[in-house]
T-cell receptor
Framework: DGGITQSPKYLFRKEGQNVTLSCEQNLNHDAMYWYRQDPGQGLRLIYYSQIVNDFQKGDIAEGYSVSREKKESFPLTVTSAQKNPTAFYLC??????????????FGPGTRLTVL | LAKTTQPISMDSYEGQEVNITCSHNNIATNDYITWYQQFPSQGPRFIIQGYKTKVTNEVASLFIPADRKSSTLSLPRVSLSDTAVYYCLVAAATGTASKLTFGTGTRLQVTL
C-alpha cells in the first residue's frame, strides 16, 4: 500500500529532552511537510522540504529541526528550546511542492506530550 | 495571501444536504480553492479543488460564483461519518505549497 506513515502514534517525554518524530512516505513524492496542531486550532507549518537535502522554515520553526537525507524520510526533532512542545504533529507529502494546488497527503499524526 | 472566513461550526441531521460557505474577498486571479476534511486525531484529507463555476466528484460538489469571492462546499445526504472539520484553503497555483494556510475550519456535527 502506498502512503505516509508516522511513528509513534503517542509519545511522552520529560521536559528538557529532545525527541525525534518519524515520517516516511512511499508515494515517490518530492515534497514533505511538518505541521503542528493544537486543540481546536488549525494546522501551522513548521518546516517543509521540496527536494532531498534541502528544507525551509515554515511559520513556527523555532525549537524544531529537520533533515531530508532520503526522499522517503523527513524526521522532525523537537528540541528542548521549543517552549510548548505538547501538540499533535502531522507530516504530509505532495508530488512536487512547487505549486500550492498540489494535493497534500497526510500521515496519521503523532501526539506528543511533554511532562 | 487571500484570507478565508468560514463558520466555526454547523449541525446537520443524517440524510440532509450540507452546504459550507467560505468567504475569500481578496482572492487573486491565480488562486485556486481547495477543501480538506479532518477527522479527530487524523490528518486532513483532500476533498475537492476548483477555480470557477462548479466542480463535482464522488464525495462533494464545489460551487464558485463568477466573482469568486466565496465558495460553497456541498455534501449530499450526509451520514454520521461525515462528522469532521472542513477546511477551506485559497492559494495561488504558482505559489509553493508552503503558502497553504489551514485555518480553524468548520466543525460539522451530524446526528440522527
Amino acid at each position: 500500500d502506498g502512503g505516509i506513515t508516522q511513528s509513534p502514534k503517542y509519545l511522552f517525554r520529560k521536559e528538557g529532552q529532545n525527541v525525534t518524530l518519524s515520517c516516511e512516505q512511499n508515494l515517490n513524492h518530492d515534497a514533505m511537510y511538518w505541521y503542528r496542531q493544537d486543540p481546536g486550532q488549525g494546522l501551522r507549518l513548521i518546516y517543509y522540504s521540496q527536494i532531498v537535502n534541502d528544507f525551509q522554515k515554515g511559520d513556527i520553526a523555532e525549537g524544531y529541526s529537520v533533515s531530508r537525507e532520503k526522499k522517503e524520510s523527513f524526521p522532525l526533532t523537537v528540541t528542548s528550546a521549543q517552549k510548548n512542545p505538547t501538540a499533535f504533529y502531522l507530516c504530509a507529502s505532495s508530488m512536487s511542492g512547487r505549486t500550492s494546488t498540489d494535493t497534500q497527503y497526510f500521515g496519521p499524526g503523532t501526539r506528543l506530550t511533554v511532562l | 495571501l487571500a484570507k478565508t472566513t468560514q463558520p466555526i461550526s454547523m449541525d446537520s441531521y443524517e440524510g440532509q444536504e450540507v452546504n459550507i460557505t467560505c468567504s475569500h474577498n481578496n482572492i487573486a486571479t491565480n488562486d485556486y480553492i481547495t477543501w480538506y476534511q479532518q477527522f479527530p486525531s487524523q490528518g486532513p484529507r483532500f476533498i475537492i479543488q476548483g477555480y470557477k463555476t462548479k466542480v463535482t466528484n464522488e464525495v462533494a460538489s464545489l460551487f464558485i460564483p463568477a466573482d469568486r469571492k466565496s465558495s460553497t462546499l456541498s455534501l449530499p445526504r450526509v451520514s454520521l461519518s461525515d462528522t469532521a472539520v472542513y477546511y477551506c484553503l485559497v492559494a495561488a497555483a504558482t505559489g509553493t505549497a508552503s503558502k497553504l494556510t489551514f485555518g480553524t475550519g468548520t466543525r460539522l456535527q451530524v446526528t440522527l
